[in-house]
């Protein structure tokens, strides 16, 4: 049974009006703020630092959910806890030391999550998947929001399922990119248990009522 969770992601936010974004995400029934950090090294595009997580984090009243998108993620866990950071994912494409990582960010008293990329199977997981909290698929390539949904993902969330009940982990699955409210369902029905969405949720005429039709699909 998947757990129905959404996480709606900063990054298509207007950033010009943020504190008023975040409320919207507060007032609704989404469960996490999704937080992109990119350094246009491991992604081709920047997106925002510590400085806008720590405003984000001083009016948030929902757990943050921070999507490193950077080479050597092991040099800011610390910063990132201290933020009040709940959940943090590092790319499996991005850290060599995998174990040693997911260890660092749960000894630090978060939730550790291991991102894939859509070309990395989820086979490479066979022997981290007890150890994360929770996976990452990306449905996109990683960089930008607004992107068109790749529809690999449903069989991939259904192999991650199988190794996740086969190795009877406690992990959840995350999905990331071109979500919508079309395969917002099929997603949940897949196996997914936690949705990110960042242009459908804040492109929206009304997001809190999107955000409320994204928990409810399927
Ligand atoms: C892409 C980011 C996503 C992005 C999703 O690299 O990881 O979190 O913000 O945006 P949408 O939902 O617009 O595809
Ligand atoms: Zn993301």
Redesign the pocket.
């Known amino acids: 049974m998947s757990q129905h969770l959404i996480a709606p992601?900063?990054?298509?936010a207007d950033f010009t009006r943020l504190g008023e974004e975040v409320g919207l995400v507060n007032q609704s029934v989404a469960d996490w703020f999704?937080l992109?950090v990119?350094d246009g090294v491991f992604?081709p595009?920047i997106?925002f630092g510590m400085p806008v997580i720590k405003s984000i984090a001083r009016v948030a009243k929902k757990p943050l959910d921070v999507?490193l998108?950077i080479v050597q993620p092991e040099r800011y866990f610390e910063t990132f806890r201290d933020l009040g950071v709940s959940y943090l994912s590092i790319h499996y494409e991005a850290v060599t030391h995998l174990h040693r990582a997911v260890h660092q960010i749960k000894e630090l008293g978060m939730k550790a999550g291991v991102?894939l990329n859509p070309h990395t199977p989820v086979s490479v997981l066979e022997e981290i998947i007890t150890e994360a909290d929770f996976v990452?698929l990306?449905?996109?390539?990683?960089?930008?929001?607004?992107?068109q949904?790749i529809r690999a993902t449903y069989d991939k969330i259904r192999r991650l399922k199988k190794l996740i009940q086969e190795k009877g982990s406690p992990a959840l699955i995350e999905i990331?990119?071109?979500?919508?409210l079309n395969n917002a369902g099929k997603l949940f029905q897949a196996g997914a248990d936690i949705l990110?969405?960042?242009?459908?949720?804040?492109?929206a005429a009304d997001p809190v009522a999107t955000i409320a039709s994204l928990k409810n699909a399927g």
């Open positions: 992601s900063m990054l298509a999704h992109d990119m992604v595009n997106s999507h998108m991102v990452l990306m449905s996109v390539n990683p960089g930008f929001g607004g992107q949904f990331d990119g071109g979500v919508d990110v969405a960042g242009n459908t949720v804040f492109s």
